[in-house]
């Protein structure tokens, strides 16, 4: 019953030091630093993990909790006691966080050491190791806080990969020494054409070498090409020396020739020195020794005399002897192409044997009988070929008459026309000429199918003088313009600019073909033209580019979580319409610059659609913490009364630190909210009102107590101590300041000291005053005898509180100081006091109730 009354009747007052609860106090601490140390002795005894796990789980007391955790290592028990304590004790969280971060700080270091042994072992295996794959291994390793274990395991398996890489190393040197050993061998035997004794010993030995490294272990890491040019320098080398050896053999030969010709008794014949000498083995000319070849020559002039006739003599069988074959030569290939039909092969052997000279060298009976017959064969072939070459001809002829009708395109016609003379001249090759009425036949076709072709080549000259005049044209054109465009004092339209270039670079590409002769120079003189506007007209572009490249920027810039990107980016892209339309860029250069442009506006609008997203969802997530909230303040209607004011705080708390919810649902969650929110507050109030309500009660029920005893008191009798006292002590307690005050009040009324009953007397006047101030101020009637007496008091009450302002009694304080006043009274005060009390109770319930609502709480 009035609780801010007694709330501030409370501050006021002096608070006494009650030694009871101090003493309590002070046992209570002496009996937890007991406890304490108990539990602080029982974590030191602690043995195993498990037990201080389970320790510090039902340990109350910090110190304790953290000995205990000194003895936690392995990670289960760890996060166990980290998600435990992690809201209660900061100390321990903080060892436990520590300890699960150096863990997996060691794990993380174990987990990479263990994967750079595996690739270690990977590599090992490998059939050819690489010296990059090596040093990625050595970048990828860390021995900082490894275990020894996968420290000496990759410190082995390093050495095993080293030495591999000095065994490939060493295989390469070997390679590549054997390698230039064999070309400085081989250009050594060259330069000197001599090979000397041990040549072929060290050849050996090299390709020993070579085969010793092909059949190495790292073989696969030698570079392909030393083995193949090794096997092709030694191939080389080989045949050389074989040369060397023949041609020694030769030199050899040709000396003992010599000796022996030299030593010969009997008379020798230049012929036969020639043929002699031209049978033995060919020299270089680097190995022909000059000694021999003058001993040669001496000896063809020491037997050069030899006599005409014999010469003469032995000529003609010789000659005989040598034109015979030539005609059984001729007349076999002449029967054998007869025979395969091949009559140009056949008329090529005849017109050997026809160059022949048959009286000087007369062929044999055989012969001419061959000969007379296989050429009455060729003529038989010849008729054959000639009567087909002509049925030939006039098919080609019928042919060529025929192509106009075929309404073949000019390119087309041109080339069957080509190709007909082309099987026209092929014929005469096979067949012989051609009669002179088939081939004007064959001509005039011809010449006849070929006009359209003519014409259609004399309509492209003539299409290619006009394209030439165009040409020119365009380029006077060209220049035209751009000394009007250029030279004038006005600013250019470079839009325009822009658009003629491009207009008449179209056009230039437009015009058809033009002759080959005059193309080159009309390229560059339109090339010079256009440069003089495009020159110009790109540096105006690099300046738009520029700009270009300046609104990228600054839409690559703009946040995206302000209200205003939106506009921004609008305003951005409708300036960047604006220059597009001002000034064009080149196709590429306006489809890059585009495309960066639009990218970095959709990155913006991507990124508010994110944050759009992210924030439709932190609404949802609001929503669903207000819809639990409301949820849960409406099951607090059944829970006990004293816990509904915690539960009331920490709602309007949580309430209070909530987001935004959808707007859709706003209107509603607030109004579910305030429907619970006022459903418990008016169960408080209900419950407060009823305390009220009995705090009135007792505090009449003491009230008329004390008014009983300080009765008896002024009848002089002497109260019973005993009997009050049991009375009292039936009756519930009050608020503290009015507890305090009527106990007082009825602790002195039991004692009666002395002039007690004389006091009670004595103050009736004042109570009486009090109690017409206390109806003045509770706004209730006074008796009708005491209205001048109420009047004179009214004015004294209004004056005193205009005085004081907001320090004036109101009507709670009154209420106490009248409760703290001894005096007798009768039982029309005695009913006017107990009127005050109830009446003035809905006042106090009125003010506590505007105190306790929403709104003031928020003020």
């Known amino acids: 019953m009035f609780g801010f009354l007694f709330k501030r009747a409370e501050r006021n007052a ?3 030091v009650i030694a009871p609860q101090a003493a309590l106090r ?18 030191q005894g602690l043995a195993d993990e498990a037990a201080a796990v389970a320790f510090i789980l039902q340990s109350a007391f910090a110190d304790a909790r953290l000995c205990a955790a000194q003895l936690v290592q392995s990670q289960a028990g760890l996060e166990q006691v980290l998600q435990a304590c992690r809201n209660t004790d900061r100390r321990v969280a903080k060892l436990m966080q520590g300890r699960l971060d150096s863990t997996r700080q060691q794990q993380l270091i174990a987990g990479k050491a263990a994967a750079s042994v595996a690739q270690a072992q990977r590599l090992q295996q490998e059939q050819q190791l690489m010296p990059n794959q090596v040093a990625e291994l050595d970048r990828g390793w860390d021995a900082k806080d490894v275990p020894a274990e996968l420290q000496q395991q990759f410190s082995q398996l390093r050495a095993m990969l080293a030495d591999r890489l000095a065994a490939q190393a060493d295989l390469q040197r070997s390679a590549i020494g054997a390698l230039g050993s064999v070309r400085a061998l081989h250009q050594q035997i060259k330069t000197a054409m001599a090979a000397e004794p041990h040549s072929q010993q060290q050849l050996d030995a090299l390709e020993s070498q070579m085969t010793a490294c092909a059949s190495h272990a790292e073989a696969q890491t030698l570079p392909r090409h030393l083995a193949a040019e090794f096997a ?49 083995p060919k020299l270089p000319p680097a190995l022909l020794d000059d000694s021999l070849e003058q001993r040669y020559q001496a000896l063809l002039k020491q037997h050069a005399v030899v006599a005409p006739n014999k010469a003469q003599k032995t000529r003609a069988p010789v000659t005989e002897a040598s034109e015979r074959p030539h005609i059984d030569e001729a007349l076999d290939g002449l029967e054998k192409a007869l025979e395969d039909g091949a009559l140009q092969v056949a008329m090529d052997f005849d017109k050997t044997l026809r160059a022949i000279d048959f009286k000087q060298h007369k062929p044999s009976a055989a012969q001419n009988s061959r000969l007379l017959q296989a050429r009455a064969e060729l003529a038989r072939l010849q008729g054959w070929a000639r009567w087909g070459g002509n049925v030939s001809r006039e098919e080609l002829t019928k042919a060529a008459q025929e192509l106009p009708q075929k309404s073949l395109a000019p390119a087309e016609l041109a080339k069957k026309i080509g190709s007909l003379r082309a099987r026209w001249k092929s014929l005469d090759v096979s067949s012989g000429p051609a009669p002179k009425a088939l081939w004007e036949g064959f001509d005039s076709a011809c010449t006849s199918a070929y006009a359209p072709v003519a014409a259609h080549f004399q309509e492209q000259a003539e299409q290619r003088q006009a394209n030439q005049g165009n040409a020119r044209a365009l380029i006077d054109e060209v220049l035209q313009y751009a000394q009007a465009a250029l030279l004038t004092e006005t600013a250019q339209d470079w839009k325009a600019i822009a658009q003629f270039c491009q207009q008449k670079q179209q056009a230039w590409k437009n015009l058809g073909p033009i002759n080959r002769s005059e193309k080159k120079t009309l390229d560059s003189s339109f090339a010079s033209a256009i440069q003089a506007l495009q020159a110009p007209l790109a540096q105006q572009q690099a300046g738009e580019i520029a700009r270009r490249e300046q609104l990228i920027t600054e839409a690559a810039q703009l946040p995206a979580n302000q209200r205003d990107t939106a ?132 505090l009449r029920d003491k009230l008329v107590l004390c008014q009983q005893i300080e009765a008896a008191i002024t009848a002089a009798e002497i109260p019973a101590e005993a009997d009050w006292r049991g009375r009292w002590q039936l009756l519930p307690q009050l608020a503290p300041a009015f507890e305090k005050v009527v106990a007082a009040r009825f602790e002195r009324a039991l004692q009666n000291a002395s002039g007690y009953a004389a006091t009670l007397e004595s103050q009736r006047p004042l109570l009486q005053q009090e109690l017409l101030r206390a109806e003045i101020l509770a706004g209730i009637d006074s008796p009708p005898a005491l209205s001048r007496e109420r009047l004179q008091l009214q004015v004294e009450v209004l004056q005193a509180s205009l005085k004081a302002g907001g320090a004036a009694k109101n009507i709670e304080q009154q209420l106490l100081h009248i409760c703290e006043l001894p005096a007798a009274m009768d039982e029309a005060t005695l009913q006017r006091l107990l009127q005050l009390v109830a009446q003035a109770k809905p006042a106090a319930d009125k003010a506590n109730g505007q105190k306790n609502t929403p709104a003031s709480r928020g003020k």
Do not use: M
């Not at 007991?34 to 002795?41: H, M, N, P, S, V």
């Not at 045949?239 to 009997?266: G, V, Y």
């Not at 609404?619 to 639990?628: A, I, K, P, T």
């Open 26 to 43: 002070a046992e209570t601490r002496q009996v937890s630093d007991q406890a304490r140390q108990q539990e602080l002795q029982q974590a």
């Open 232 to 280: 092709q320098e030694a191939q080389a080398l080989r045949k050389l020396l074989a040369d060397l050896q023949q041609h020694q053999s030769a030199l050899q030969a040709r000396s003992d020739l010599l000796a022996n010709w030299e030593a010969a008794e009997e008379a020798l014949t230049p012929d036969t020195l020639k043929a002699g000498w031209s049978a033995l």
């Open 14 to 16: 002096p608070q006494p």
């Open 567 to 698: 506009d921004r980016v609008k305003e951005l892209q409708q300036r960047w319409q604006e220059q597009a339309k001002a000034l064009p860029l080149p196709r590429q250069d306006e489809q890059e610059l585009w495309l960066r442009f639009r990218s970095a506006c959709d990155a913006i609008f991507a990124q508010r659609k994110e944050a759009a997203s992210s924030a439709d969802a932190e609404r949802r997530d609001n929503l669903r913490l207000r819809e639990e909230q409301c949820a849960a303040l409406e099951a607090a209607l059944t829970r006990p009364e004293a816990e509904l004011p915690k539960i009331l705080q920490q709602a309007q708390q949580e309430w209070a630190r909530g987001g935004q919810v959808p707007r859709a649902v706003q209107v509603q969650i607030e109004a579910r909210y305030q429907a619970a929110l006022g459903a418990l507050q008016a169960r408080l109030e209900q419950g407060r009102r009823q305390a009220a309500l009995a705090q009135a009660d007792a």
